[in-house]
């Protein structure tokens, strides 16, 4: 493809992104936080799609996107005076977020600046399904499994909570 | 004389692959850049498919209100035209020239986003299915993953819908509609995987290109007993589940909730909604196609042909069954999704993967 046409479409993604991101801490109404979450998570799989990673990109909507985002509006929805919007969604602790937050960019970024990537000239392969179906499959099938249980027993967990009334 | 016929009959046969050949070859021969033709042809191939899908959509409606009149003993439209045909358009004109109402205390940014967002990934959703041989606009590796991807963003702006409108009607039809299409969409997805790990691929045009069998017809997914024939019937039941159809229509349900999240709009938008419906039903017919009914696999007939005659069955059950079922109550909906389709489907996966080991230990 042509150069300036990633470019281009890095630089409008990465601001999308961005601009979501604080959207998200700043909007008023939790409900417009979770939406613009919604736009950030798509965004970023757009980055995905970029980075030659489809498969990445199709499972970030479908989870992050189709699942988790649906979740959280349908339990607002449910809770329907938190999204009323005389409840203040912020409290008075600005200074301490901003410092902390502050540290842990420093920190992220400290590592990813200083971090030795390994870098492989070599293009990605064009069809990653089978080799993710065979690594999770085969070379690390216990843990995928293990994850599988625990998974299990939440679910079986949340509904027994749900359950005791 | 004869190889005259023959070589017509060819051309009619891979009609739309030769004509995309010629027009790059064209577009080439005028000297644009490499990269220009390639983003031409794409741009053109999404028009193609996005008018057709609009013709169809149209189409669909027509074909709806006409069959059900018959199924219920009246003719239908019949003054718009001849026989009715007109009957869309002037709907269409009709949606365009409405006065566009948002509610005074709705949130007026949410409720115009909420049909775009609700509209778009019916779209989107096109642009993996394969028409016909060498048909499909995009043929992605991962194509059915995109599909599930792509459409489950539509729960979104129903979502959306439900609670900008500030309406209890409509807040109550968009609980309903997420409910659901959570609830529905794990069976879909695990009926989808039969035709998945039958074929070994994600990719639609490989799962078109497995079902090739005797004639074209009897390797169609439907025909391998019992583990195909199961799936497309649980994939039906899902898929029209989340079309929010009948008999699965509880978030517009007239006689409980107006018309659930669609209550609060009028004109243009509603009209949004209108058609994400119907490119959805059009969608979910064109993927039981593909992925049970052999997609353009079938003897004779150019390959587009017998993919477009296998849609319009799906789309005629669809109407079908909408003018036949009464409606679910809300407590059998979830019941029904849970503690019948899900084990079908989930028994059914079982089944298709020891089968498919047993065939490669002893057979091959």
């Known amino acids: 493809m042509a150069e300036p046409a990633v470019y281009a479409a890095f630089f409008i993604l990465a601001a999308v992104t961005l601009g979501g991101a604080i959207a998200v801490v700043t909007a008023r109404n939790i409900l417009h936080s979770a939406l613009f979450l919604a736009l950030?998570?798509?965004?970023?799989?757009?980055?995905?799609?970029?980075?030659?990673?489809?498969?990445?990109?199709a499972v970030q909507i479908l989870i992050y996107v189709g699942a988790i985002i649906v979740l959280i509006l349908f339990a607002l929805m449910l809770t329907r005076r938190i999204t009323g919007e005389r409840v203040r969604q912020t409290n008075a602790q600005a200074l301490p977020a901003a410092l902390a937050a502050l540290a842990l960019l420093a920190v992220l970024g400290g590592l990813v600046a200083t971090f030795a990537w390994r870098v492989s000239t070599e293009s990605p392969p064009p069809n990653t399904v089978p080799l993710l179906g065979e690594a999770l499959m085969r070379t690390y099938m216990l843990p995928f499994e293990v994850a599988g249980v625990v998974l299990l027993v939440a679910l079986v967990g949340a509904i027994i909570l749900a359950k005791e009334r | 004389m004869l190889d005259a016929i023959r070589n017509l009959w060819s051309l009619i046969y891979n009609l739309f692959p030769n004509l995309a050949q010629a027009l790059a070859a064209f577009l080439r021969g005028t000297g644009l850049p490499g990269w220009g033709v390639d983003l031409l042809m794409a741009l053109l191939s999404a028009l193609v498919v996005v008018i057709s899908v609009l013709l169809g959509?149209?189409?669909?409606?027509?074909?709806?209100?006409?069959?059900?009149?018959?199924?219920?003993?009246?003719?239908?439209?019949?003054?718009?035209?001849?026989?009715?045909?007109?009957?869309?358009?002037?709907?269409?004109?009709?949606?365009?020239?409405?006065?566009?109402?948002?509610?005074?205390?709705?949130?007026?940014?949410?409720?115009?986003?909420?049909?775009?967002?609700?509209?778009?990934?019916a779209v989107l959703v096109y642009a993996v299915i394969p028409f016909g041989k060498g048909m499909a606009a995009a043929d992605l590796n991962i194509g059915v993953l995109y599909i599930l991807a792509v459409s489950s963003i539509t729960t979104i702006g129903i979502v959306m819908a439900g609670w900008a409108s500030n309406n209890k009607y409509s807040l109550l039809g968009g609980m309903r509609a997420a409910a659901q299409i959570i609830s529905y969409e794990v069976p879909l997805v695990l009926s989808m995987l039969v035709a998945v790990m039958l074929a070994g691929s994600l990719s639609l045009g490989k799962i078109v290109e497995a079902q090739g069998g005797l004639l074209g017809i009897l390797g169609w997914n439907v025909f391998r007993?019992?583990?195909?024939?199961?799936?497309?019937?649980?994939?039906?039941?899902?898929?029209?589940a989340e079309l929010n159809r009948t008999p699965f229509d509880l978030p517009e349900g007239e006689s409980e909730i107006v018309t659930g999240y669609i209550t609060e709009y009028s004109g243009l938008k509603w009209g949004l909604f209108y058609l994400g419906e119907y490119f959805n039903a059009i969608a979910v017919s064109a993927i039981a196609t593909t992925l049970f009914l052999g997609g353009w696999q079938g003897p004779i007939l150019?390959?587009?042909?017998?993919?477009?005659?296998?849609v319009l069955v799906i789309v005629f059950i669809l109407i079908w069954l909408?003018?036949?079922?009464?409606?679910?109550?809300?407590?059998?909906?979830?019941?029904?999704?849970?503690?019948?389709?899900?084990?079908?489907?989930?028994?059914?996966?079982?089944?298709?993967?020891?089968?498919?080991?047993?065939?490669?230990?002893?057979?091959k």
């Open chain 1, 40 to 57: 950030v998570f798509v965004s970023v799989a757009g980055l995905y799609v970029l980075l030659e990673a489809p498969f990445l990109a």
């Open chain 2, 57 to 121: 959509m149209l189409g669909m409606t027509l074909m709806e209100r006409k069959v059900m009149g018959r199924m219920q003993n009246r003719l239908g439209p019949n003054r718009v035209g001849p026989l009715g045909l007109l009957q869309p358009i002037a709907d269409a004109i009709k949606f365009l020239i409405k006065e566009d109402i948002v509610p005074t205390n709705a949130d007026r940014w949410v409720h115009t986003l909420a049909p775009i967002v609700a509209a778009i990934p």
């Open chain 2, 225 to 240: 007993v019992p583990f195909g024939t199961l799936a497309f019937l649980t994939y039906m039941i899902c898929a029209v």
């Open chain 2, 302 to 310: 150019p390959p587009y042909v017998w993919f477009l005659g296998k």
């Open chain 2, 322 to 363: 909408r003018s036949t079922l009464p409606r679910f109550r809300v407590d059998q909906l979830m019941g029904f999704a849970w503690k019948v389709v899900l084990p079908i489907a989930l028994v059914n996966i079982f089944v298709t993967g020891a089968a498919i080991t047993l065939w490669q230990a002893f057979v």
